[in-house]
């Protein structure tokens, strides 16, 4: 895989799936990393051998997001596409029957906040990294499968607050916001994840699987509703001469 690495320790019985986002100093989100992490999530969840596993990036980013510059590029059948794959990448994400642990290893706005909302815990390194979902002040159409997922975490009246708002947070804030749920030392993130993971595995794996499933049913039901109702708005706004214009001025500005 080119956008990713994947590695199954031996100290674990090479019974744990480590999938490390590695695409450039920022891991940001084009469609060869949705088709590549698609096929790392299937393999953790079709192998009987694997029991759970550990989505992390690379020192200082986390992932940055939807690579805006590749996707500018697009064309309309594949900006669609693009869709189609990466909400399906949620979806499988969710209903996971088996652990998924977000080592959160810097900065993690956008696309990367949505990577960290599917894993059943997220851990964050300290330092001055930002977490959030900040599509709205960059004039980008927030998909309501969005809105769904990070209400399922944070609670509906503060996702509606952070994301009309666009907030980035600091670890401690998104700590106290309930986006994650502990920040420590970057030398320590991989330990505690795999901690928190061995802490999972103790438990019955059907019951834990079940009990997932059962408690992400409606949220589920939510992320796979009509494509049209969902994206139809996220792409006219895309196509649109406003914000296409403002888009090819806010890639000059990252090129430079």
Same mark, same amino acid.
């Given at each position: 895989?080119?956008?990713?690495?994947?590695?199954?320790?031996?100290?674990?019985?090479?019974?744990?799936?480590?999938? =490390?986002?590695?695409? /450039?100093?920022?891991?940001?989100?084009?469609?060869? #990393?949705?088709?590549?992490?698609?096929?790392?999530?299937?393999?953790?969840?079709?192998?009987?051998?694997?029991?759970?596993?550990?989505?992390?990036?690379?020192?200082?980013? !986390?992932?940055?997001?939807?690579?805006?510059?590749?996707?500018?590029?697009?064309?309309?059948?594949?900006?669609?596409?693009?869709?189609?794959?990466?909400?399906?990448?949620?979806?499988?994400?969710?209903?996971?029957?088996?652990?998924?642990?977000?080592?959160?290893?810097?900065? =993690?706005?956008?696309?990367? +906040?949505?990577?960290?909302? +599917? +894993?059943?815990?997220?851990? #964050?390194?300290?330092?001055?990294?930002?977490? /959030?979902?900040?599509?709205?002040?960059?004039?980008?159409?927030?998909?309501?499968?969005?809105?769904?997922?990070?209400?399922?975490?944070?609670?509906?009246?503060?996702?509606?607050?952070?994301?009309?708002?666009?907030?980035? #947070?600091?670890?401690?804030?998104?700590?106290?916001? /309930?986006?994650?749920?502990?920040?420590?030392?970057?030398? =320590?993130?991989?330990?505690?994840?795999?901690?928190?993971?061995?802490?999972?595995?103790? #438990?019955?794996?059907?019951?834990?699987?079940?009990?997932?499933?059962l408690l992400h049913k409606q949220l589920l039901g939510q992320l796979?509703?009509?494509?049209?109702?969902? !994206?139809?708005?996220?792409?006219?706004?895309?196509?649109?001469?406003?914000?296409?214009?403002?888009?090819?001025?806010?890639?000059?500005?990252?090129?430079?």
């Amino acid at each position: 895989m080119e956008t990713l690495q994947t590695e199954r320790p031996d100290e674990y019985n090479q019974a744990r799936l480590v999938i =490390s986002l590695n695409r /450039g100093k920022a891991n940001p989100i084009n469609m060869q #990393m949705v088709t590549e992490l698609r096929a790392a999530v299937k393999t953790l969840r079709e192998d009987e051998t694997l029991q759970g596993g550990i989505l992390t990036g690379q020192p200082r980013y !986390f992932s940055a997001g939807l690579d805006v510059v590749e996707l500018y590029g697009y064309d309309e059948a594949t900006m669609r596409e693009f869709w189609v794959q990466f909400s399906a990448l949620i979806v499988e994400l969710v209903s996971l029957p088996k652990p998924l642990v977000a080592a959160i290893s810097g900065h =993690s706005p956008a696309g990367g +906040c949505v990577l960290a909302l +599917c +894993c059943d815990q997220r851990l #964050m390194a300290e330092g001055p990294y930002r977490i /959030g979902l900040n599509e709205v002040p960059v004039g980008i159409v927030v998909p309501p499968t969005i809105y769904y997922l990070y209400a399922a975490v944070i609670g509906e009246g503060k996702a509606y607050h952070h994301l009309l708002n666009g907030s980035l #947070m600091l670890p401690e804030e998104a700590l106290a916001e /309930g986006l994650v749920h502990q920040v420590l030392p970057a030398e =320590s993130l991989m330990e505690v994840a795999q901690g928190r993971l061995t802490h999972y595995l103790g #438990m019955n794996p059907t019951a834990w699987g079940t009990s997932k499933g059962l408690l992400h049913k409606q949220l589920l039901g939510q992320l796979q509703g009509d494509f049209e109702d969902l !994206f139809g708005p996220v792409l006219k706004h895309w196509w649109s001469p406003e914000f296409r214009a403002q888009l090819a001025a806010m890639i000059q500005k990252l090129k430079k």
